[in-house]
């Protein structure tokens, strides 16, 4: 398995990718909206800020990854991973931490500092993430799902972060997304 950071001719198959991956977990109109998500993030952010990394087996995506800025007031290099998915057949291979890792490196040599989810802390504290408190840094629209507020830096062990609201770009700047 390969992984490497996308190429522009990969957008519609990976969009197709978080679509399947998506309604197989979670249901058809799920994946239609993760998949329509995970497009609009490819097409319309800023590609300075942009980072989608792709696991490639036999020439076709199996797995992606999407990071876009994460705004914090007087924080710079702060990133927002959301979202992530492995094709179907992949799952449960380690297919999705690896593409997170190689991500948050590819991150880190970028001279990232921070980055922040929203999910299962099961799953991503296996990749280093951690609860952070909303009374710290206030998510973008108020959580259904608190506990899932996550964040891992990658300059320390540490999360010392200083109190700070956040906004995301346009693409997740939806309460449905929350």
Avoid at 12 to 27: A, D, L, P, V, Y
Avoid at 137 to 144: E, I, M, R, S
């Amino acid at each position: 398995m390969k992984f490497s950071a996308f190429e522009q001719k990969q957008i519609i198959e990976i969009k197709e990718m978080f679509t399947q991956s998506f309604s197989n977990s979670e249901g058809e109109k799920e994946g239609e909206i993760i998949g329509q998500l995970a497009y609009e993030l490819m097409t319309i952010t800023d590609p300075a800020g942009l980072h989608v990394f792709v696991a490639i087996q036999n020439d076709k995506v199996v797995g992606s990854i999407i990071f876009t800025p994460l705004i914090l007031e007087n924080t710079k290099n702060v990133f927002l991973l959301s979202p992530v998915a492995v094709h179907s057949e992949h799952q449960n291979k380690g297919v999705g931490q690896k593409l997170i890792e190689f991500g948050l490196n590819a991150l880190k040599q970028g001279g990232g500092e921070y980055v922040f989810t929203y999910g299962d802390p099961k799953y991503y504290g296996k990749v280093g993430f951690a609860f952070m408190n909303e009374a710290k840094v206030k998510a973008p629209f108020t959580l259904t799902y608190p506990e899932g507020w996550l964040a891992r830096s990658l300059i320390s062990d540490d999360l010392e972060i200083f109190s700070a609201h956040s906004s995301c770009v346009q693409a997740l700047n939806n309460a449905e997304y929350w």
